[in-house]
Nanobody, 128 residues
């Protein structure tokens, strides 16, 4: 079992930056195939934002490429999502999650049902 805790969310203005953190306890992130970030707004499905695999490969949804950066600190057992040039459409509840199973090929780590453990989320609100 692993417990995930997100932090770093808040209310910011268009163009600002935030860094989200996902801290794991109970197990190391290196135990898992990937750590992902997802986001959700009321009435919509949870959507993929970014992921980092155990080998360090990174994945991003098109809308955040060039603005968001995912990274991992194994010593701190924490994964970060650095978000820059924030837009109103980035407003959401952001979750981190871990996937137990390695994936090869196209479309890896982008589907929420693949993930096995989830945090409670941290709210990001971007105003214009």
């Amino acid at each position: 079992q692993v417990q995930l805790e997100e932090s770093g969310g808040g209310e910011v203005t268009f163009g600002d930056s935030l860094r989200l953190s996902c801290a794991a306890s109970g197990r190391a992130f290196s135990d898992f195939a990937a750590v992902g970030w997802f986001r959700q707004t009321p009435g919509k499905e949870r959507e993929f934002v970014s992921a980092i695999s155990r080998t360090g490969n990174t994945y991003y949804r098109d809308a955040v490429k060039g603005r968001f950066t995912i990274s991992r600190d194994n010593a701190q057992n924490t994964v970060y999502l650095q978000m820059t040039s924030l837009r109103r459409e980035d407003t959401a509840l952001y979750y981190c999650a871990v996937d137990e199973w390695d994936c090869q090929g196209y479309g890896c780590y982008v589907n929420a049902p693949e993930y096995h453990y989830w945090g409670q989320g941290t709210q990001v609100t971007v105003s214009s």
